[in-house]
């Protein structure tokens, strides 16, 4: 059974700062994708990653997969105070599921 | 092109009744998967259909149902509501190029279901 896990769960920084969030899953998959989820709203695609080694950016985000170490980073460089949200993984499965983590609530401080 | 849409955006119920949650996806995604959110359970995947037919099944109870129609709208019921159905339930669409894989999928604002 395909489980994914995500951490940390909390994280709270100053702006500026870079970190990084990470995601462990079980078994073999070469789906990952990584959402973003602001309070009380819907969750918005920010990456898939389909191959091992492969390497996604936007803005101040980075993402990456290590199929062979079965994880995958989202990487934040000089955070905003913008990118406060909970960041999910989710893996996808054989029979058409994603298998999510439990999310990082991400707090970004001025 | 327009999001996913769900409807109704905020329900309450009362403990046994039913309900039934509507979402439209976007404009030719043929799969559309269902989700409940809780604080508590994280994102529980309910069901997924491609082209009418339900593809896998989460570990929900059978009070739970869903069906897509041939113009990719879909629906989920639930029958006896329990208090623990209160969550946020999300809808999801994703053209899967072949049918093979998700794709990326696009999330509807959700409904929120109070069941008191």
């Known amino acids: 059974e395909l489980k994914v896990e995500q951490n940390p769960l909390f994280l709270s920084m100053q702006e500026g700062k870079n970190y990084t969030i990470y995601c462990n899953y079980s078994t073999t998959s070469d789906r990952l994708y990584w959402y973003r989820q602001d309070p009380g709203k819907s969750l918005e695609s920010l990456f898939v990653?389909?191959?091992n080694g492969a390497v996604k950016q936007e803005g101040r985000l980075m993402a990456s997969l290590d199929t062979k170490a079965r994880l995958s980073t989202l990487h934040i460089t000089a955070a905003v105070h913008d990118l406060s949200a909970t960041y999910f993984c989710a893996v996808e499965n054989l029979v058409y599921q994603l298998i999510w983590g439990a999310g990082t609530k991400l707090i970004i401080k001025p | 092109k327009a999001g996913v849409t769900q409807t109704p955006r905020y329900l309450i119920k009362t403990r046994g009744q039913q309900v039934t949650l509507s979402c439209s996806p976007i404009s030719g995604h043929r799969s559309v998967s269902w989700y409940q959110q809780t604080p508590g359970q994280g994102l529980q995947f309910l069901f997924e259909?491609?082209?009418?037919?339900?593809?896998n099944k989460g570990n929900f109870p059978g009070r739970f149902s869903g069906r897509q129609f041939s113009n990719s709208r879909s629906e989920m019921n639930v029958s006896t509501l329990e208090l623990g159905d209160s969550a946020l339930y999300l809808c999801a669409s994703s053209w899967p190029h072949d049918g093979s894989t998700l794709e990326t999928q696009y999330f509807g604002p959700g409904t929120r279901l109070l069941v008191l």
């Open positions: 259909y491609f082209s009418e037919t339900q593809r």
């Open positions: 990653l389909l191959s």
